[in-house]
């Protein structure tokens, strides 16, 4: 939709109305007429889409976008200072009083002639004759669709096949398996389906999947792959040069059968290093590649290699056809717009699977076939090279608002990156593309929001969390970068090469270049950037002090600043200017404390240094009342809460990772946190876990709790009714402790990770744990497990990850007719011939990993 940045902008003005009750006294007339005057025109766009004229319609659009854009940052400006002279003592506040009176006096005369400026943008188009009317009720993705799903088809069926064989049944020797074709031909599809199949997994105990960015060096690949098999700190990131890494990878995988999968490989700078890394030791081990013919001999030569091409016109349909009706026949009215469409795709798998989910929501309706299949055959997109592009062009003009730039935002992360959801989410909530619906938190509106573009194939989910919800999920290649042509035509994001190709007007940045070298010296000119995102995939970048100047002297309004894949040595004082901020993630790994002035980000909702020694924080934190996720790497204690606001942290729904001392505890009696979902401890003295965990009760709305310490559990009643989800690692749990979680009504999803059970047996009392869902077990000593009768009757997905002690399984397990999922990892002897009795379970997806050495 043309107007879903007006509507963005009109979203964070109903929020200042709302909010800044200081700011409106000043200004507050002229921030309503601005406002008024800017819905008025967003209805007149929304009401002359659809009506022949979207080139038109695109241009009022933009014009006003750019009136609104400049009025966003005259109000955001003035709201800092604002604060600056709420900040000053009497004295200073005294000689500046006649300055702070003629700045406001000259942003109310600035934000009144913008007013003018939107009036007469889209003024000039009712005169010619535009008048508004009915708003377009036609969109293809709005109103009744249809239920029915497409059915899932391989693209190249009999090349699975073939894949599946040289991976499984194949030469003894070491091989590298390469997959050549162009963008969309259906590379990683192919690999993906046969990476995930079940035979794969069980045949190679090392697995792991990397994305080689075109920015890809021969070190970045290398430190990617091992630390999917040895997480490594940052100091030791730092200290390894690339024939370290080279080594200790090579040394991780000699004399285990691996399987890598190098996902878009371009050309590496010294792939003889990476390909040296990867030991023979004649027991079956893979390298898969895919790439783009033009790399196809760029690194080595591959043992194997597949070249696929684009399907011919017959075949793209027939691809299409089945896939939307599987018995090959549909309605003869559908036919010939279906044929026109399948040939527009030129043989492209991902454009014909994504025109088979758009068509799939409308069989019903012959029009919106006709319709799509006329705006291919009449429409372009200049510079395009891609079939997928006018689909994707078609989808946008149609989504609702609030999809368009969710789905746009993807546009700032790296090219293949595994993109965590709840971050992700966290993101769209401090940009305010959430609408809040009713009393469902803004979080669950996200996950809604990403399921429905999962729905549509405009994004990909990754992994799953035990509770079903998505993990992880990503995008694919063509699709980001229309992602990136928008929103830069938008002026929405941008995600440059070098900063000197970004657009000076542009709002969100994200940096994905291996290197600041040049960049932090720009920032002073694209001050009216609200999100900052330093995105670099694998390399080892530290943000100097001057670094910090940088973003808080250009950066004075941003929402978003996101550190995560930087090392900073130091947060200063000065971060506290920055009081827009919504999210801040910074990776500190030495950092121990920081600067009271964190306290004046009172519009913050996620504070993220996880990767820090950070363990206090500064007086004034209760302040923070828009906190909803706060997530450390542990805090030993919060100050004094005396003199804080009652509802201090009421918004706070996430807590990691704290120590649960008695101060702690006396806050929880408090219901100083009375909406935290999820919260981690951690503890060396079980005495202070246990009593802490008593106070539970006064956690209403707690579902996922996780701890790291020896403990002792109170009486099942301490345990709040929503907790759904538990967590032990390194418990040491004695069995009376499962006779008090074996009677928590709602758990569903319970982890025990390494010794978190003290004693060589698990005994479940008959009719225990009755609703859990998942039971993962990690690295237990354990060496009998007993269920009773009807005891957890739920299960449906269950992992024995290293109990290498464990000889047998639970027999009444086969009479389990919820178990779905069962996965174990290096079985003893015993236990995989115990296993043998599942084989033959109906419904069961079984998966045993090589027995343990």
């Not at 080139?55 to 933009?62: D, G, I, N, S, T």
């Not at 239920?147 to 020797?173: A, C, H, W």
């Not at 121990?592 to 990767?611: A, G, K, W, Y």
């Not at 950070?614 to 934190?621: C, F, K, M, Q, V």
Request: charged share 25%; proline share 4%.
């Amino acid at each position: 939709m043309a107007d879903s940045v007006v509507s963005l902008l009109l979203e964070t003005l109903n929020q200042l109305l709302d909010q800044d009750s200081y700011l409106l006294y000043e200004v507050g007339d002229a921030i309503r007429s601005f406002h008024a005057e800017l819905k008025s025109a967003s209805g007149f766009i929304r009401n002359s889409e659809g009506q022949g004229n979207a080139e038109a319609v695109k241009a009022l659009a933009k014009k006003i976008s750019g009136v609104a854009y400049k009025a966003e940052d005259v109000i955001d400006t003035l709201a800092v200072n604002v604060a600056k002279q709420r900040t000053r003592g009497g004295f200073g506040k005294f000689i500046h009083v006649f300055g702070h009176r003629n700045m406001l006096q000259d942003a109310a005369k600035r934000i009144n002639n913008f007013t003018r400026q939107v009036k007469e943008i889209y003024g000039e188009r009712v005169s010619e004759g535009n008048q508004i009317g009915d708003a377009c009720s036609d969109s293809f993705l709005a109103g009744e669709r249809s239920t029915k799903k497409e059915v899932y088809r391989p693209i190249f069926p009999n090349m699975v096949q073939i894949l599946l064989d040289e991976l499984v049944k194949g030469s003894r020797q070491r091989e590298f398996i390469s997959i050549v074709g162009e963008a969309g031909v259906g590379k990683t599809a192919l690999v993906r389906e046969t990476y995930s199949d079940v035979s794969v997994q069980g045949q190679f105990k090392y697995r792991a999947w990397v994305h080689a960015s075109r920015h890809c060096k021969a070190r970045e690949l290398l430190q990617e792959i091992l630390e999917h098999f040895r997480p490594m700190s940052t100091g030791e990131r730092q200290g390894m040069t690339e024939e370290h890494l080279q080594k200790k990878l090579s040394e991780c995988l000699e004399k285990n059968q691996y399987l890598i999968v190098v996902d878009d490989l371009r050309k590496i700078e010294r792939w003889d290093m990476v390909e040296q890394a990867f030991p023979d030791d004649s027991n079956g081990s893979r390298i898969l590649l895919t790439c783009r013919p033009e790399y196809r001999d760029s690194n080595g030569s591959p043992t194997i290699s597949h070249f696929l091409s684009p399907l011919d016109d017959a075949g793209s349909w027939d691809f299409l056809l089945y896939g939307l009706f599987p018995s090959g026949i549909c309605a003869p009215k559908l036919e010939a717009p279906g044929k026109q469409m399948a040939e527009k795709c030129k043989g492209s798998p991902l454009s014909l699977s994504f025109l088979g989910r758009l068509l799939a929501m409308q069989l019903q309706h012959v029009e919106a076939w006709y319709k799509l299949a006329n705006y291919l055959n009449t429409s372009c997109i200049q510079g395009s090279l891609h079939s997928i592009d006018l689909l994707l062009s078609f989808v946008h003009e149609n989504l609702p608002t609030h999809l368009i730039l969710c789905f746009l935002y993807f546009g700032m992360f790296p090219e293949g990156a595994e993109i965590p959801v709840k971050q992700l989410i966290q993101f769209w909530i401090a940009e305010g593309f959430i609408r809040k619906k009713g009393s469902k938190k803004e979080e669950d509106v996200g996950e809604q929001y990403l399921d429905e573009l999962i729905s549509l194939n405009l994004i990909i989910p990754i992994s799953r969390r035990t509770d079903g919800g998505v993990k992880t999920c990503s995008i694919h290649d063509l699709f980001r970068k229309f992602c990136i042509f928008k929103g830069s035509e938008m002026n929405y994001l941008e995600a440059p090469e070098s900063l000197s190709d970004a657009h000076e007007n542009t709002r969100r940045l994200s940096i994905q270049v291996s290197s600041l070298k040049g960049i932090l010296s720009k920032l002073r000119h694209r001050s009216g950037v609200r999100s900052f995102h330093f995105s670099v995939q694998g390399a080892q970048i530290v943000l100097p002090t001057f670094g910090w100047n940088a973003l808080y002297k250009g950066f004075k309004l941003l929402r978003v600043l996101n550190l995560g894949t930087v090392d900073v040595f130091g947060v200063p004082k000065e971060v506290g200017r920055l009081i827009h901020l919504r999210y801040l993630r910074i990776r500190a790994p030495g950092v121990r404390h920081v600067p009271s002035t964190i306290c004046n980000l009172l519009n913050l909702q996620t504070f993220d240094m996880r990767e820090s020694s950070l363990s206090y924080l500064p007086d004034g934190i209760w302040k923070l009342q828009q906190l909803r996720h706060l997530y450390l790497f542990l805090l030993s204690s919060l100050p004094d809460h005396r003199g804080a606001d009652e509802k201090s942290f009421f918004n706070l729904q996430t807590l990691f990772c704290i120590r649960p001392h008695k101060g702690m505890k006396r806050l929880m009696v408090k219901s100083k946190f009375p909406n935290v979902r999820k919260l981690k401890i951690t503890s060396q003295k079980k005495e202070e876990t246990t009593e802490f965990l008593e106070s539970l009760d006064h956690l209403y709305h707690l579902q996922s709790l996780k701890i790291v310490s020896a403990s002792k559990l109170p009486d099942p009643d301490a345990f709040p009714l929503k907790l759904t989800k538990l967590t032990f690692q390194g418990a040491s749990l004695e069995e009376s402790c499962m006779k008090t979680l074996e009677k928590l009504p709602n758990l569903r999803v319970l982890k025990l990770l390494q010794d978190s059970v003290s004693g060589e047996k698990i005994d479940i009392s008959a009719g225990g744990f009755p609703q859990l869902l998942v039971l993962k077990m990690v690295e237990l000593k354990i060496t009998e497990w007993v269920l009773g009768i009807n005891a957890m009757r739920n299960l449906g997905h269950l992992v024995i990850n290293k109990c290498d002690q464990l000889k047998t399984m639970p027999s009444s397990l086969l009479s389990l007719a919820t178990l779905q999922v069962l996965e174990v990892i290096l079985p003893s002897a015993d236990l995989r011939e115990s296993l043998q009795q599942f084989e033959n379970k109906d419904g069961l997806q079984m998966r045993i990993t090589p027995q343990a050495m």
